[in-house]
């Protein structure tokens, strides 16, 4: 069973603009990860945020965890052709439980 | 330092056959997990080992096996395919420290037909 879900289930936005996806879990965390998922190929590792932190950037990327709501978001600022994915947030240590992710289609 | 490896990419296999998947760890790693992927289901957790020991396990019939050799090489094994085991099948690995981030291989297709 997956550990929370996804919102919004898809996305599409024009290239350039910014993408925002949000990801509820239910039990309480030590971390939570974000993977992108391209055309059905392996995970790739974004960010990883603890469960201590409550904002963190990487290059494009900024994630923010509310551990009080069980939530994190991703946003992805000036998105492009290439950020075209599907996003997972996964909570756990090596036994890692993932929400329904996101699938972000961005236009050129 | 190469990635994840896993082979092979594809498969197609018959109901009833049996089906071993590897996976080659990073270097250094000694924690390796398996997750299979459907449409349905999504990301489903198999099991994880660590240092050549099982050390979680999801929820999955015992048609589902695996194994961990010394150098933190890992196979999976499907016995008695059915159609539901199509999926894509992924393998990752990680120091197996606390906190630490997952690597994940390309995967492999399973078909089952």
Known sequence: ?108 | KAGVTQTPRYLIKTRGQQVTLSCSPISGHRSVSWYQQTPGQGLQFLFEYFSETQRNKGNFPGRFSGRQFSNSRSEMNVSTLELGDSALYLCASSSGLEQETQYFGPGTRLLVL
């Open chain 1, 1 to 108: 069973s997956q550990q929370g879900e996804e919102d919004p289930q898809a996305l599409s936005i024009q290239e350039g603009e910014n993408a925002t996806m949000n990801c509820s879990y239910k039990t309480s965390i030590n971390n939570l990860q974000w993977y992108r998922q391209n055309s059905g190929r392996g995970l790739v590792h974004l960010i990883l945020i603890r469960s201590n932190e409550r904002e963190k950037h990487s290059g494009r990327l900024r994630v923010t965890l509310d551990t009080s709501k069980k939530s994190s978001s991703l946003l992805i600022t000036a998105s492009r052709a290439a950020d075209t994915a599907s996003y997972f947030c996964a909570t756990g240590r090596n036994k890692l439980t993932f929400g329904g992710g996101t699938r972000v289609l961005v236009k050129p």
